[in-house]
């Protein structure tokens, strides 16, 4: 639809039900003949995918900072700096888990810019337990062969993760 005239609104509105009900048609077509599959799913006995999240080893211990709570107080103080008083919700929480890998998501939320990422390095990342366990595992994985899988659920942590495991790679 994008680009196309039209003589009058109707006729665009006319138009924008066809493609909408032709698209319809068609998902409802090929509906039928798609498999849906996960790691659950077998033909003849065989699993059809693997379950890498089930293969991977799960890390689930509290991790302690160990510095008399000195880092959560700056995480507390860098929250309060920049959003005020602590609201219990989805966001705040998520605000704080971020906080908890590096005080610096205030200013990457505001920043997006390319090289945002340039004057991180990995003593900034010892300087929090999680980025510390995140070097460990890694040290880990290079020491004994394995590769080490990290999933992200937050586009800050996968930034965060890559910064980490580059100078990692290439500084040590």
């Known amino acids: ?15 924008f039900e066809k493609n909408t009900s032709s698209a319809v048609e068609i998902a ?36 302690e900072p160990g510095d008399g709570g000195g880092e959560v107080e700056k995480r507390m103080r860098a929250y309060n700096e920049h959003y005020g008083k602590l609201r ?16 610096r998501y205030p200013q990457w939320v505001n920043s997006r810019s390319k090289g ?11 300087t929090h337990v999680r980025t510390r366990k995140l070097i460990n595992i890694l040290k880990e994985g290079k020491r004994s062969g394995n590769r080490v899988v990290v999933f992200c659920h937050r586009v800050f942590l996968l930034e965060l993760s890559a910064k980490v495991w580059y100078s990692f790679y290439f500084t040590d």
């Open 116 to 126: 945002f990422w340039d004057s991180y390095t990995l003593r900034e990342a010892q």
């Open 28 to 63: 409802k077509k090929m509906a039928l003949y798609t498999i849906r599959r996960d790691e659950t799913s077998k033909i003849r006995g065989h699993p059809v995918l693997r379950d890498y999240v089930g293969e991977c080893e799960r890390y689930e211990d509290p991790l």
């Open 1 to 15: 639809m994008h680009g196309k005239s039209f003589r009058n609104e109707e006729a665009r509105n006319r138009a």
């Open 88 to 103: 219990l919700n989805k966001g705040s929480t998520e605000t704080l888990r971020c906080l908890a890998y590096s005080l």
